[in-house]
Each structure stands twice: as C-alpha cells, then as structure tokens.
C-alpha cells in the first residue's frame, strides 16, 4: 500500500488465521488473540475504527523479502491528464499506492507528469471495516487546495447512526467534499458528470471489485465515450 515516493513499506494485515495472528505478534502486535477465526477479526476490525495500535519495542524483528516490483496497468494512471479509479468491495485496496501518489504529484509539481485530475468512485456496503482509508482519503481532500483529486462515494448498505437520547436513527454522510449517495451507482451518469466535470479528450478508466460491476463500468465506458471525450478501459475484465 506504499507510494513509489515513500521510504517505507505499508502492508494492511487482516489477523483472522493462526498465520497472520502470529505475524501480528512477530512485529510487536500487543493485542491478546482468544480465538481465532470471528473473535480475531472482530478484534483488529475494531482498531480499524479509529484505535491506534499499542506495538512493543522489540529489538529483534523478523527478516522479510519482497518479491517485485510487480505491476499492472493501474501504473498508467499518471500517463494520462485525467483519470477515473472505480473501487468496489475490497477493490479499493488496489488505489491505496495510487491515491497517495497522486498527493505526493499535487505537492511536488516536479514529478507530476500528465496528471491534472482524478475521480475516484468508491462503493462500498460500509465503512466499518475500513476507516482508516476513509481517514486517509479525508486528508488527501484536505490537503488538495486545487481540488484536483474529487472522492465520490456509493454506499449499498444503510449505515446509520443511533441517538440513544433522542431515539433518532438517520443516515450518516461519509465526510467529503462530495456527499455520499445511497444505493448502487448509475453508471452511466456517473461519466456524463465526470465529463462535465473536467472535459478532456482522453480519460482513463480503471477499476477494481466484483466482476458484474467492472463490467457495468466497462459498459456504462463505452456507451458515454464520443469524439470529444473518449474514457479508455485500461482494466482486464474476468
């Protein structure tokens, strides 16, 4: 999950199995796993949520080799003046390096390349399981006084947020700039305004979730591209 302008390494590890709980614990995880399996999940879920995880000083940490680089076409997103990042399901996790990247171009111009503009779409059920990228996409927005990187987000599951005082359930807006919408995207206009947004004769289009909604997007691509704004699918459908 690291940016080619950082100089470390993040990984996100979920500990639901006896072999990421004992890596958790080889690099200083202090939290005490009961069970594995729901109990597990449910405890590094819920630092997800806003806990910051304790870790123990450890002089001793494991070697680790990475295998790489290995890439894919979502490198070819900066080749391109603007770009659309569809993320769907656990398919955001494949934007993390690139989100980044994008803040790093917006502050060093130097290194911006082609890029002036990104979309990102992000649907998701909830966010319950992934707040701290939603904190990160939060600061990314906050930082970008140009705007040049728009966070738009579809939620399909109901979150709600209960007053226990009042007894008032209502929906809760995700925090950007953008409201969140409730329910799943209209695909197509969804490129309609992303022409009226930033008409450019060339935008690229990468996605990454289930397979019926990459080819909704494939799709809803194609049928929104014409002479003067064309959307390139740069994404391998299943």
Known sequence: ??????????????????????????????????????????SADHRMEGDEQILESRTALPHM?????????????????????????????????????AWYRIHYPQHRGQFRKLFFVWVCKDVSHCQWFRSLCMAVEAQDLDRRIEVHTYMTGRTVFHDSVSDITEEVDMGFIKPTVYGRPDWDMVFQRVQAAYPCREIAVF?????????????????????????????DLM
């Open 65 to 101: 080799c990475l295998v790489g680089p290995l890439g894919n076409t979502s490198e070819e997103v900066f080749k391109y003046e603007a770009s659309v990042l569809v993320g769907g399901g656990e398919g955001f996790l494949s934007f993390v390096s690139i989100i980044k990247s």
């Open 207 to 235: 996605a990454a979730g289930p397979p019926g909604m990459c080819q909704q997007v494939y799709d809803a691509c194609t049928n929104q591209s014409n002479v003067v704004n064309e959307f390139l699918w740069k994404t």
């Open 1 to 42: 999950m690291s940016s080619p302008e950082e100089d470390h390494l993040s990984i996100l590890l979920r500990c639901g199995d006896p072999f990421s709980a004992e890596v958790a614990k080889q690099v200083g995880s202090s939290f005490e796993i009961t069970a594995l399996g729901s109990a597990a999940q449910n």
